[in-house]
Nanobody, 127 residues
Framework: QVQLVESGGGLVQPGGSLRLSCVGS????????MGWFRRAPGKEREFVAL???????DYADSVKGRFTISRDNARTTLYLQMNSLKPEDTAVYYC?????????????????????WGQGTQVTVSS
C-alpha cells in the first residue's frame, strides 16, 4: 500500500522560509514523477512544483525563484524549500505521485494524473 506523509509545515512570518518533506512508502518512487500542490482557503487545489525521474523540474510562475523542489530517491523523500514566503502562500500543501512523465504543463497541472496523494501539511504565512 502506497503512503505519502508530509511534514514541515507551520507558521512563519512574511519573508521567512520553510522546508516541507514528503516521505513515501509502499514502493520505489525513483522512476515516478513527484510533485507538490497546495489549496488555499476557498480556492481550488493548484500546482506548485514538479520533479521527474529524469531530474528535470517545473514550477508554477507564482513560486518560481522562491521555491526549490528536490528529491532523495534512496530515502523516497520529496522536499520543497520555500523561501521569501508571502501571505498568499498560505495553504495546505500536498505531495503527489504519478507514474507518467507529465512533460506538458496541461498534464502536470492536472490533479487527475496523480495516483497517490498525501494528507497535507498546513503552511501559514502571517505577521
Amino acid at each position: 500500500q502506497v503512503q505519502l506523509v508530509e511534514s514541515g509545515g507551520g507558521l512563519v512570518q512574511p519573508g521567512g522560509s520553510l522546508r516541507l518533506s514528503c516521505v513515501g512508502s509502499g514502493r520505489t518512487f525513483s522512476t515516478y514523477t513527484m510533485g507538490w500542490f497546495r489549496r488555499a482557503p476557498g480556492k481550488e487545489r493548484e500546482f506548485v512544483a514538479l520533479s521527474r525521474s529524469s531530474g528535470s523540474t517545473d514550477y508554477a510562475d507564482s513560486v518560481k525563484g522562491r521555491f526549490t523542489i528536490s528529491r532523495d530517491n534512496a530515502r523516497t523523500t520529496l522536499y520543497l524549500q520555500m523561501n521569501s514566503l508571502k501571505p498568499e502562500d498560505t495553504a495546505v500543501y500536498y505531495c503527489a505521485v504519478s507514474s507518467q512523465p507529465l512533460s506538458d504543463r496541461s498534464y502536470y497541472e492536472d490533479t487527475s494524473r496523480y495516483a497517490y496523494w498525501g494528507q497535507g501539511t498546513q503552511v501559514t504565512v502571517s505577521s
